[in-house]
């Protein structure tokens, strides 16, 4: 794992905010998507690129097209391709392509939280998965292969990166908490996360 620290200056979050914002509202807004088990996530999400992250009764899955509107995802901007690109040479990953960027709110006061989890719906787990967090500061967690295995707390902030590869691509995490009123980024503070990911 590595985990870079306020990797993104401030006029850097902003920009990244920005164009979040425009990638939802391309969407036609973020959804609030079902678990396999019917409960419904306690964060909104909406991706960006070739294909976009699903979560419904059926399953988890990757689709070109976005259900919430019927048309493809907003394409994947320029400027978050070079950043993706930039950060996984630091894991030695020249070629990393990235197809997709998952967006998850957690809006502030809410409970936000995300489950123990292991990110395998791609259909290759070898290219790393590279994330940006943003606004509120999290109580992230992070263990081994096996849900089992013991897990270590840090906290991420706004601006920080933070890529699994190589043997933690496959690590469980969870967000325990969002801590409410860290950060000045957004209006009503909350929490952004981005996630990029090659699925193929
Ligand atoms: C989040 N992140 O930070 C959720 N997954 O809100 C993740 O689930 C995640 O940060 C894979 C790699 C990095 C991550
Ligand atoms: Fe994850």
Redesign the pocket.
Known sequence: MLHLPNYFNLAQQQELLTIARNIAQLNGGMTTPTMPNGARYN?SQTSCGLVGWLSDRKGYRYSKINPENSQPFAAMPPQLTEIAQKLALLVDEPHYQPETCLI?F?AANCKSR?GL?Q?NTEQNLKPC???I?LGDD?L?SIGGNNRKDPTTDLI?RSGDA???HGDSRLAF???KKILPGTSNLLKNNG?L?L?FRQVY
Do not use: E, K
Request: proline content about 0%; charged content about 10%; overall charge neutral.
């Open positions: 964060c998850n957690y995300l989890h990110d998965i590279i994330s967090s999290c992230f991420l933070l890529i699994l995490h969870a967000v929490r996360n996630t």
